[in-house]
């Protein structure tokens, strides 16, 4: 499974490209960060997210998205800001038709590093042994959009095909009452 990890922004807007399975050690196919300038205006910067998650899910053809899914802070800009980020992200996949899954920050953060309240740092230093790397991602954005994707892969995946199984089990059931 590929899976493209998007940690929404306005200014920056953390890309992460992970492909592996449940089981199996993960790899690292590719990883960002899109910036805009808090000098244009916001519509102009959200076209830039639009394109340029549009270039990753080109380029990259993953088989799912994971976006963070967006929590009230204090800062009402920055929440307006990460949810406009993210709703692009949402929308670029819906277009292609690939699955998108929303996961908190908390969820996250307990999935690579076995704790809820884990810090920035913690979740980087776990992301950097998960996928084998030389160094942490930077920004924590770049980060923060793997550990998205690791998540969606161990948790995500194992879900979808949960869902797979019961959605067949119910056209099971339907059937055999359609021929009884």
């Not at 805009?36 to 990259?60: F, M, N, Y």
Request: charged fraction near 20%.
């Amino acid at each position: 499974m590929r899976v493209l990890g998007i940690d929404p922004g306005l200014t920056r807007c953390g890309m992460g490209v992970v492909e592996g399975s449940v089981g199996r050690p993960l790899r690292l196919v590719d990883v960002n960060v899109l910036r805009t300038s808090s000098d244009l205006p916001v519509p102009q910067r959200l076209v830039t997210i639009e394109k340029g998650v549009d270039a990753w899910l080109d380029e990259h053809r993953p088989d799912a998205v994971a976006v963070e899914r967006v929590f009230a802070r204090s800062d009402v800009s920055t929440v307006m800001g990460t949810a406009q980020a993210s709703g692009i992200a949402m929308v670029c996949a819906a277009r292609r038709g690939l699955p998108v899954a929303l996961h908190t920050p908390s969820e996250v953060k307990a999935a690579v590093s076995g704790n809820g309240r884990a810090t920035k740092a913690q979740v980087g230093t776990m992301v950097t042994r998960i996928l084998r790397l030389d160094a942490m991602p930077k920004p924590a954005d770049a980060a923060d959009a793997l550990a998205l994707a690791i998540t969606h892969i161990w948790r995500g995946g194992a879900q979808a095909r949960i869902d797979a199984a019961v959605a067949g089990a119910r056209q099971t059931q339907a059937t055999r009452r359609r021929y009884a």
